[in-house]
């Protein structure tokens, strides 16, 4: 399996999904250009995180994700998802929107921590 060294775009899953629970999370998002999966308490928008292709890490797809949605999406996913079975860490810088700072996710253990750039 690939693991992927951090990058600021991406957070370690550990251990790695397997295959079928990458199809699954990956389906949250609009990446094949359908449409996105939809589940109770989901936040309003796509998910801008899939699992990369190896279950090793979720990455950050969407450079016009606003920096809430990021993180709403990032806490829901853990609480019901990953967090009973799978380890979330790392850092994500989220552009912020025309001229606004970007916001810095930091997630440790699967607590999720927010913060400005700038």
Same mark, same amino acid.
């Given at each position: 399996?690939?693991? =992927?060294? +951090?990058?600021?775009?991406?957070l370690t899953?550990?251990?790695?999904?397997?295959a079928?629970?990458?199809t699954?999370?990956a389906?949250?998002?609009?990446?094949?250009?359908?449409?996105?999966?939809?589940?109770?308490? $989901?936040?309003a #928008? +796509?998910?801008? @995180? #899939?699992?990369?292709?190896?279950?090793?890490?979720?990455v950050?797809?969407?450079?016009? %994700?606003?920096? &809430?949605? %990021?993180? $709403? @999406?990032l806490?829901?996913?853990?609480?019901?998802?990953l967090?009973?079975? =799978?380890?979330?860490?790392?850092?994500?810088s989220? +552009?912020? +929107?025309?001229?606004r700072?970007?916001?810095?996710?930091?997630? &440790? %253990?699967?607590d999720?921590?927010?913060g400005?750039?700038g």
């Amino acid at each position: 399996m690939t693991r =992927h060294p +951090p990058t600021g775009d991406r957070l370690t899953l550990s251990p790695a999904l397997d295959a079928g629970d990458v199809t699954f999370l990956a389906g949250f998002s609009r990446l094949a250009g359908g449409v996105a999966r939809i589940w109770p308490g $989901q936040p309003a #928008v +796509p998910s801008p @995180w #899939v699992p990369c292709e190896s279950g090793c890490c979720l990455v950050l797809v969407s450079t016009r %994700a606003v920096a &809430e949605a %990021a993180g $709403q @999406w990032l806490r829901f996913l853990i609480t019901e998802f990953l967090g009973e079975s =799978h380890r979330v860490d790392g850092w994500v810088s989220v +552009p912020g +929107p025309l001229g606004r700072a970007s916001t810095l996710l930091i997630v &440790e %253990a699967g607590d999720v921590f927010e913060g400005s750039t700038g």
